[in-house]
């Protein structure tokens, strides 16, 4: 160190300058390398991550209907993919399904046991991914792919890095020996005054100009730069209190407010934590700022999407949650989940997003609507009560009416039968009396039929829904003159009675609705049996309503039909439009595993 401190000033400007240089190179250098590599590998994985996505997604259909000759055709579109070694698709059970290597005559064993997620290895990497339907894991997708193109980056990255260097150095140090003498003196007197400056803190001091050149440009540069910081110091101390006082104003909105207001940057570490946030989570502000947001309060199971999403939507711009009302679970400090209602906005500064997140504790609100679902479900469940004793009952009277008043009247038939025969050659009058009185007891035995078959038809209960529906479709066409057409597949379809009860009743007001305001020519309904549900649709071309007529309290018939239907857990459904008719149509299950206590 004493020999370097009696070397020239050229000399100590040339050895500063090489030591700079030189290490500085070798670290841009590696920097570039390592950066460029990782950029490399994380592209080459997330571009294998979307081919095995997008494979894995057309595979869909071929895994759920077992189609290996479909599945195999698409596996087969990775010829194009140099990258490929080999593929494989799995079914839900993890057991091999199709398997697929460009070389047709090289052996591939796929893994048994499956980990999902991105596996790199030295020379090769595998992905595994799960092919889902609507939340539902079908199979999965592996991809091997090597490194080969990999290495070969890395060798030109190495070559091309180390040739940059030296060049470099070469240039440096000639321009180094050359320059120094010319750089040398305004820079040091530029350093001299730096460091007075930093020392006094004194921004009236100036350098002295020296020629045109560069270096004159330069010094008279800094000066400039000290005018302007001279007058921004000034402006900074007259504007310090109104900055405190804006911010303290800040703070005391942020703190005051009803909602929790989190700021994260761009990797995610949290900035901002007012008081509320400290009131939900538990965290205090100096706990929480300098943290991940996913490891504070983001539960387990939603911190990989959460991650996955901001890293979306840094490269692509695409989001899923963003200027939008959301509802997910947040962790409490003491390790307890609760549900939220979160906001997230994005503000871009500096060429880098800031992201802010207004959250509410909504588990008063949850709770307030599970206790109105409660409510819901009980009131349903007394209704099913009330429809069951309601039908019951029917049955009780159109059992009495038919057996008791149905008896006495055609006793009473057979009586004025009998004393019509007794009487007949003494008095016409008693003849024609006895005529019209079993007329009057022959039509009320059919209205006491009738009466008896609208409480309770004996047929739902004897021939079963089909015969049923058969028959109420024939007197209804009978009685209004609306043309029906009833189409039941299959042609006899066996249901429990409660079920063939509630579609009887729907089917009874569905045609009620029509005869009254549809003012329709022509009714086509259809019976089908799908799986295990039972549907039925009734269609008809009369003059249409209004869709919202289904909420309207005063639309009885609608909501006894679709209270039948959610008794079921079934599924309701009227399409409308005005003039153009009406088609309604029941979805209910037949392996409902409440079924037992409905009943």
Request: with cysteine; proline share 3%.
């Given at each position: 160190m004493n020999k370097f401190r009696t070397l020239p000033i050229q000399k100590k400007l040339i050895f500063i300058i090489l030591a700079i240089i030189i290490p500085t190179l070798f670290l841009s250098g590696s920097f570039f390398i390592y950066n460029n590599l990782k950029t490399s590998r994380e592209e080459m994985v997330r571009n294998l991550t979307i081919l095995a996505s997008a494979v894995g997604s057309t595979s869909r259909a071929a895994l759920i209907f077992e189609d290996d000759t479909a599945a195999e055709e698409i596996l087969s579109s990775l010829k194009e993919e140099n990258q490929i070694v080999s593929a494989a698709l799995y079914d839900s059970n993890d057991k091999v399904f199709v398997v697929f290597t460009p070389d047709v005559s090289a052996s591939f064993e796929p893994p048994a046991l499956l980990e999902q997620g991105k596996h790199i290895f030295t020379d090769h990497i595998e992905i595994v991914l799960p092919v889902s339907l609507d939340g539902e894991e079908v199979g999965k997708i592996y991809l091997n792919a090597h490194l080969r193109e990999f290495d070969a980056k890395i060798k030109s990255y190495i070559l091309y890095a180390g040739l940059t260097l030296m060049s470099i150095l070469a240039l440096a140090f000639g321009f180094t020996?050359?320059?120094?003498?010319?750089?040398?003196?305004?820079?040091?007197?530029?350093?001299?005054?730096?460091?007075?400056?930093?020392?006094?803190?004194?921004?009236?001091?100036?350098?002295?100009?020296?020629?045109?050149?560069?270096?004159?440009?330069?010094?008279?540069?800094?000066?400039?730069?000290?005018?302007?910081?001279?007058?921004?110091?000034?402006?900074?101390?007259?504007?310090?209190?109104?900055?405190?006082?804006?911010?303290?104003?800040?703070?005391?909105?942020?703190?005051?407010?009803?909602?929790?207001?989190?700021?994260?940057?761009?990797?995610?570490?949290?900035?901002?934590?007012?008081?509320?946030?400290?009131?939900?989570?538990?965290w205090q502000a100096i706990d929480a700022i300098g943290k991940k947001l996913s490891n504070l309060i983001i539960p387990d199971q939603f911190r990989d999407a959460h991650t996955r999403g901001m890293a979306r939507f840094l490269s692509t711009g695409e989001h899923e949650i963003l200027n939008q009302q959301i509802e997910i679970s947040g962790i409490h400090r003491d390790g307890h989940s609760f549900p939220v209602e979160i906001s997230v906005s994005e503000i871009k500064m500096d060429e880098s997003y800031v992201f802010t997140g207004i959250i509410r504790d909504i588990t008063q609100r949850k709770q307030a609507e599970r206790e109105l679902i409660g409510s819901r479900e009980r009131l349903r469940n007394l209704n099913n009560q009330l429809q069951s004793v309601r039908e019951e009952e029917k049955t009780r009277i159109a059992r009495e009416i038919h057996d008791e008043l149905g008896q006495a009247l055609t006793a009473l038939k057979f009586d004025i039968s009998w004393v019509g025969k007794k009487y007949s050659n003494e008095d016409p009058m008693v003849i024609e009396k006895t005529r019209s009185m079993k007329e009057l007891i022959e039509n009320t035995i059919k209205v006491v039929q009738r009466i008896a078959t609208?409480?309770?038809?004996?047929?739902?209960?004897?021939?079963?829904?089909?015969?049923?529906?058969?028959?109420?479709?024939?007197?209804?066409?009978?009685?209004?003159?609306?043309?029906?057409?009833?189409?039941?597949?299959?042609?006899?379809?066996?249901?429990?009675?409660?079920?063939?009860?509630?579609?009887?009743?729907?089917?009874?007001?569905?045609?009620?609705?029509?005869?009254?305001?549809?003012?329709?020519?022509?009714?086509?309904?259809?019976?089908?049996?799908?799986?295990?549900?039972?549907?039925?649709?009734?269609?008809?071309?009369?003059?249409?309503?209004?869709?919202?007529?289904?909420?309207?309290?005063?639309?009885?018939?609608?909501?006894?039909?679709?209270?039948?239907?959610?008794?079921?857990?079934?599924?309701?459904?009227?399409?409308?439009?005005?003039?153009?008719?009406?088609?309604?149509?029941?979805?209910?299950?037949?392996?409902?595993?409440?079924?037992?206590?409905?009943?």
């Open positions: 020996v050359k320059l120094q003498s010319i750089i040398s003196r305004p820079i040091l007197n530029l350093a001299n005054l730096a460091k007075k400056i930093s020392q006094t803190s004194d921004f009236s001091i100036r350098v002295e100009e020296e020629g045109d050149a560069e270096i004159g440009t330069l010094v008279s540069g800094f000066n400039e730069m000290l005018s302007q910081i001279e007058k921004r110091e000034k402006e900074l101390a007259t504007n310090q209190d109104q900055l405190e006082k804006s911010e303290a104003s800040v703070r005391t909105i942020l703190d005051n407010a009803f909602d929790a207001i989190i700021t994260i940057d761009a990797e995610g570490v949290i900035t901002n934590w007012n008081q509320r946030a400290s009131s939900i989570f538990g609208e409480l309770r038809p004996q047929m739902l209960d004897i021939m079963g829904l089909s015969e049923t529906l058969k028959w109420q479709n024939k007197e209804f066409q009978k009685r209004t003159g609306v043309i029906c057409e009833l189409t039941i597949d299959p042609d006899e379809i066996i249901v429990d009675p409660e079920r063939s009860t509630a579609l009887f009743r729907i089917y009874q007001e569905a045609l009620t609705n029509v005869a009254r305001h549809a003012k329709a020519g022509r009714v086509h309904t259809s019976l089908k049996k799908e799986l295990n549900h039972l549907v039925l649709e009734i269609q008809d071309d009369g003059v249409g309503m209004d869709e919202k007529i289904v909420d309207n309290p005063h639309s009885l018939g609608l909501i006894g039909i679709r209270e039948r239907v959610l008794i079921w857990r079934g599924k309701f459904d009227l399409r409308s439009a005005q003039g153009k008719g009406t088609t309604l149509t029941i979805n209910i299950p037949l392996d409902d595993p409440n079924s037992n206590d409905k009943k």
